[in-house]
């Protein structure tokens, strides 16, 4: 177990440990504790995930059914899993919520998000979506080689042309109204984890200048920055975006 603070947080995330994963999903839910500079501890032995979570056919004993981490658990007997329904809940509580007349199109931009983390897992696990990258990593060369030069783009384009359409200027801005919401801090996580996964392709994608930017500009925010430089802050797996 990890600890952001000396006495035990309140909150407590559970993911698996970097024996099993880099970032991963984990990196969403501990990017909106560390924006909003909330302790909050983490949970990483399988032997403790396993029994909380629905499985080979046994029911887990989380407090609210879930089918898999990540899972954050709370105050008031808060027990989350999934990771948009997590990043919302956190930036409603936490202030990083949009208007309520954009609060639809937040969520339409962040299961995008989560697609394109899917897509761009997939295709590491080209013959087998559950099984280890060192089991197809001749089939996945092809498959990453197709996607990269590719569906990547497509999703990246698209970003760029959400984050245009809320900042028709070009200038500083966000992805939804004028403000940061949990959506800008789950887009920076998986941009930078595209640019980590594919650095030429995302360097030499040169219809994305305002994301880029974008990206940069979330990384030198105080939060951000100092989470880089902490002993939290977890490598990338340097496969499957993870």
């Given at each position: 177990?990890?600890?952001?603070?000396?006495?035990?947080?309140?909150?407590?995330?559970?993911?698996?440990?970097?024996?099993?994963?880099?970032?991963?999903?984990?990196?969403?839910?501990?990017l909106m504790f560390e924006i909003a500079k909330v302790p909050y501890s983490e949970v990483n032995d399988p032997n403790t995930i396993l029994p909380?979570?629905?499985?080979?056919?046994?029911?887990?004993?989380?407090?609210?059914?879930?089918?898999?981490?990540?899972?954050?658990?709370?105050?008031?007997?808060?027990?989350?899993?999934?990771t948009v329904a997590i990043c919302s809940f956190l930036g409603k509580l936490f202030g990083f919520y949009p208007e309520p007349e954009l609060e639809f199109q937040a969520l339409q931009i962040a299961l995008s998000i989560q697609d394109f983390h899917t897509d761009g897992r997939a295709c590491f696990h080209p013959?087998?979506?559950?099984?280890?990258?060192?089991?197809?990593?001749?089939?996945?060369?092809v498959a990453v080689?197709?996607?990269?030069?590719?569906?990547?783009?497509?999703?990246?384009?698209?970003?760029?042309?959400?984050?245009?359409?809320?900042?028709?200027s070009g200038g500083a801005g966000f992805f939804v109204g004028t403000r940061l919401t949990y959506v800008d801090v789950m887009m920076y996580h998986v941009l930078t984890a595209a640019a980590s996964q594919f650095?030429?392709?995302?360097?030499?994608?040169n219809a994305i200048p305002h994301i880029k930017a974008f990206r940069e500009r979330m990384e030198a925010l105080p939060a951000i920055a100092e989470f880089i430089q902490s002993e939290r802050y977890r490598p990338f797996e340097g496969n499957s975006m993870m």
């Amino acid at each position: 177990m990890l600890n952001h603070d000396e006495t035990k947080p309140d909150w407590t995330l559970y993911y698996w440990g970097l024996a099993s994963t880099g970032k991963g999903r984990g990196e969403y839910a501990r990017l909106m504790f560390e924006i909003a500079k909330v302790p909050y501890s983490e949970v990483n032995d399988p032997n403790t995930i396993l029994p909380l979570v629905d499985t080979g056919g046994k029911t887990g004993s989380a407090s609210f059914p879930a089918f898999a981490v990540p899972m954050i658990t709370g105050p008031k007997g808060v027990c989350i899993s999934q990771t948009v329904a997590i990043c919302s809940f956190l930036g409603k509580l936490f202030g990083f919520y949009p208007e309520p007349e954009l609060e639809f199109q937040a969520l339409q931009i962040a299961l995008s998000i989560q697609d394109f983390h899917t897509d761009g897992r997939a295709c590491f696990h080209p013959k087998e979506l559950y099984a280890s990258y060192f089991t197809q990593i001749e089939e996945a060369k092809v498959a990453v080689e197709k996607f990269s030069k590719g569906r990547l783009h497509h999703w990246l384009n698209h970003f760029e042309h959400h984050y245009l359409n809320n900042n028709p200027s070009g200038g500083a801005g966000f992805f939804v109204g004028t403000r940061l919401t949990y959506v800008d801090v789950m887009m920076y996580h998986v941009l930078t984890a595209a640019a980590s996964q594919f650095p030429e392709a995302w360097g030499g994608n040169n219809a994305i200048p305002h994301i880029k930017a974008f990206r940069e500009r979330m990384e030198a925010l105080p939060a951000i920055a100092e989470f880089i430089q902490s002993e939290r802050y977890r490598p990338f797996e340097g496969n499957s975006m993870m």
